[in-house]
């Protein structure tokens, strides 16, 4: 029987309806697999996290430079000791605000310091307010001391001073690797 193009045509496609899968499998697979690569990208299990840097803004202030402060200073000592401050604010000339804030970057936990500075009308020290302690009296007026003893090694009785040491050559180290 002789076939014509017509017959091999309905042939071809009713073929193509009965099969199961419709698509070929390599285009399931891609489509599958990109699927996969795409929600992969919305999870991020807690095994691996990010690295989260710690921010600090702010005067960082400590124990030390508050209880340098004394009354009746100038402004210029307290900008010396303390630092430029935060806030200035030009309603309230005499007072100056220092504001620390520390956020840890692993734990999120945020750490904030405020330390209020106030001046008389001649522009002198008259009160401090915030949350680091003021110095005693005695830490005030006890001059500090930041001496520290360093040995630098025997020296010589008779004040001649030590011959230098002598390097071994390449040679010489090899030589006493081995034992000579």
Known sequence: MAEFGYDITLRLTMRRRISLFPMP??????????ILCLSACSYVPRIVTEYRIDVQQG????????????????REQVRFILG???????????????????QDGRTNAVETRRLTVFFNQEGRLEKVLGDVEVGTASELTAPVAKVQMVDLGSAPADGKPLPPIEEKGFFGRMLEKIGF
């Open 59 to 74: 005067n960082v202030l400590n124990q030390e430079m508050v209880s340098q402060l004394k009354p009746g200073q100038t």
């Open 25 to 34: 499998i390599s285009r399931i697979l891609a489509s599958g697999l990109a």
């Open 84 to 102: 430029t401050p935060m806030l200035t604010d030009m309603f309230h000339a005499n007072r100056w605000d220092y504001v620390y804030r520390l």
